[in-house]
């Protein structure tokens, strides 16, 4: 898609070339529509008529229900270099909270995380500054960590509507170096992958090298990383392997060419399309065909870097070199960028034109289509704490589920309290690679990821479940919470890295224990002791 477009959103998917998936429905269903009503005027047989129509009236179907995904979940995509500052204390306008249709999905890609040596190692021990504000945010709505990597100052957060937790599997993260030859992690790419309701996607959060020179190393550092980055699973091993890939990040390409008054100008009138054909990263995609298979909405917002912190002023301060003279001030630019990338059938060659290297279809036969379409691509520049803006990007993510059966199925019984021990039971719906090293842990509603239990059990040992086996494990009493809460069991499968079945939400009642250890208040004849 070609950045000076009008349309408000960009739309693209796994059963169509350039054109849009409704439209293109909508073409092929008349032409078989037409081939059907020529059959009924040509045909002298009405056997022959009758079996053509049959055929005829079959592709049709097959057609609507291949281009009509069934449904729809709200991606909410975020790109920031915070420039080792410490997260604001409020990220509501960062994540748009309020928003209506509500999201399904967020993904947080961060540079340039406080990676000093002793701050990395104590976020190797608890969860980062930034990770932690997202997450006490997002919590409280009902999402939940899925996953996270980081390397070095590179992080990649990924939530989840806890309703869409079972249907996440097979999670894989990687990275790679680019960094001082491929030996420093300052620089490159950390990446999640997983399979969603039975498609796979893939997120990668970049960062490429620097300044303005350097447009061809940023190239080849992008493209390094979409061919060696390898996942160690079957299904797609690599990046380009999977039907939708976003990637993002500080790709750190800049507008080439124009003088920094020109820049200015163009920015403060509102002409940011005079800034459009000099942008590096719009020029390579002209010439590079890996880069043309990728669709970027219009840059209809201003460049996010380089600002004076806590201010909307773009750099006023020079700075200085390493021998201490006065250098020039920084160019604003789209260093920061969002980029989505539907599986095509075949990968373009050399001749191919922009148009022909679009999206086109996934496989003729894909039973689950896919259609992403971006809703908004803009900064926020409320946030000051960096020399960057952030960059946000909406997508409405349209598919037919491939299933929507959880993996397991898992159940408290009878009442629950810290008076006495519990039972729970599960049960295998089904096949999967399940291992005796598999966990169902107690959550209380609200949690954050699938470490933040209040306790767990090991599934059964010795003996891997059947499918459709009811299995009761027993739960300690000393491992339930005393003062009660409502709370749900999840099932975590170590092989596919999530968890794969959640209970309803249901009420532990507060113990008796509770009021002899003095964590609540007597009751004795409706009053207080």
């Known amino acids: 898609m070609d950045l000076w477009t009008d349309s408000p959103r960009a739309r693209s998917d796994s059963m169509s070339s350039s054109a849009s998936q409704g439209s293109r429905s909508k073409t092929v269903l008349r032409q078989r529509l037409s081939q059907l009503m020529t059959c009924i005027e040509d045909l002298s047989s009405d056997d022959e008529a009758s079996e053509e129509v049959s055929r005829t009236l079959d592709e049709a179907f097959q057609l609507c229900g291949r281009f009509i995904p069934c449904d729809t979940f709200r991606l909410h995509m975020v790109t920031w270099n915070v420039a080792t500052a410490e997260p604001p204390e409020d990220v509501t306008s960062l994540l748009q909270l309020d928003v209506q249709p509500p999201t399904d999905l967020y993904v947080i890609g961060l540079q340039e995380v406080n990676a000093t040596p002793v701050r990395f190692i104590s976020d190797l021990i608890v969860e980062d500054s930034w990770s932690h504000v997202f997450m006490d945010t997002l919590a409280p709505r009902g999402f939940v960590k899925v996953t996270s990597v980081r390397m070095q100052g590179l992080l990649l957060l990924v939530f989840a509507k806890q309703v869409h937790l079972p249907y996440i599997r097979n999670i894989r993260t990687t990275y790679t170096r680019t960094g001082i030859y491929g030996y420093w992690g300052n620089k490159g790419g950390v990446s999640v992958r997983f399979s969603f309701y039975g498609h796979l996607v893939c997120f990668l959060n970049c960062h490429l090298a620097a300044h303005m020179n350097y447009a061809l190393q940023r190239v080849d550092e992008f493209e390094h990383i979409l061919e060696t980055q390898d996942f160690d699973?079957?299904?797609?091993?690599?990046?380009?392997?999977?039907?939708?890939?976003?990637?993002?990040?500080?790709?750190?390409?800049?507008?080439?060419?124009?003088?920094?008054?020109?820049?200015?100008?163009?920015?403060?009138?509102?002409?940011?399309?005079?800034?459009?054909?000099?942008?590096?990263?719009?020029?390579?995609?002209?010439?590079?065909?890996?880069?043309?298979?990728?669709?970027?909405?219009?840059?209809?917002?201003?460049?996010?870097?380089?600002?004076?912190?806590?201010?909307?002023?773009?750099?006023?301060?020079?700075?200085?070199?390493?021998?201490?003279?006065?250098?020039?001030?920084?160019?604003?630019?789209?260093?920061?960028?969002?980029?989505?990338?539907?599986?095509?059938?075949?990968?373009?060659?050399?001749?191919?034109?922009?148009?022909?290297?679009?999206?086109?279809?996934?496989?003729?036969?894909?039973?689950?289509?896919?259609?992403?379409?971006?809703?908004?691509?803009?900064?926020?520049?409320?946030?000051?704490?960096?020399?960057h803006k952030p960059v946000i990007a909406t997508f409405s993510v349209e598919l037919k589920k491939g299933f929507d059966t959880a993996l397991v199925h898992v159940s408290p019984v009878g009442v629950w309290s810290a008076d006495q021990d519990a039972l729970l039971t599960y049960t295998v719906q089904e096949d999967f690679m399940s291992s005796t090293w598999d966990w169902i842990g107690l959550y209380k509603v609200g949690f954050k990821s699938a470490t933040d239990y209040e306790t767990f059990v090991w599934v059964r040992e010795g003996e891997l479940p059947e499918t459709n086996e009811v299995i009761q494990i027993s739960v300690d009493k000393d491992e339930i919470p005393l003062l009660g809460g409502q709370y749900v069991l999840g099932y975590y499968s170590t092989n596919m890295q999530s968890i794969i079945g959640l209970s309803s939400s249901f009420q532990i009642l507060e113990s008796k224990r509770a009021v002899m250890e003095g964590l609540v208040p007597e009751d004795v004849n409706g009053l207080n002791k």
């Open 233 to 387: 699973i079957e299904d797609a091993p690599q990046i380009r392997d999977h039907k939708v890939v976003f990637c993002f990040g500080d790709l750190n390409f800049r507008i080439a060419d124009h003088g920094l008054h020109f820049l200015r100008s163009s920015i403060n009138s509102g002409r940011l399309n005079l800034l459009w054909d000099k942008d590096q990263l719009i020029m390579m995609r002209k010439k590079e065909p890996f880069l043309q298979e990728f669709e970027e909405g219009p840059l209809n917002f201003k460049p996010t870097y380089k600002f004076d912190r806590n201010s909307d002023t773009y750099d006023t301060r020079a700075s200085k070199t390493w021998l201490g003279f006065t250098g020039k001030k920084r160019k604003p630019a789209w260093t920061d960028r969002i980029l989505w990338r539907i599986k095509p059938k075949s990968l373009p060659s050399e001749g191919d034109d922009d148009e022909k290297a679009s999206t086109s279809t996934d496989d003729g036969q894909d039973e689950c289509p896919i259609l992403v379409t971006q809703d908004k691509y803009t900064s926020d520049m409320s946030y000051g704490v960096s020399d």
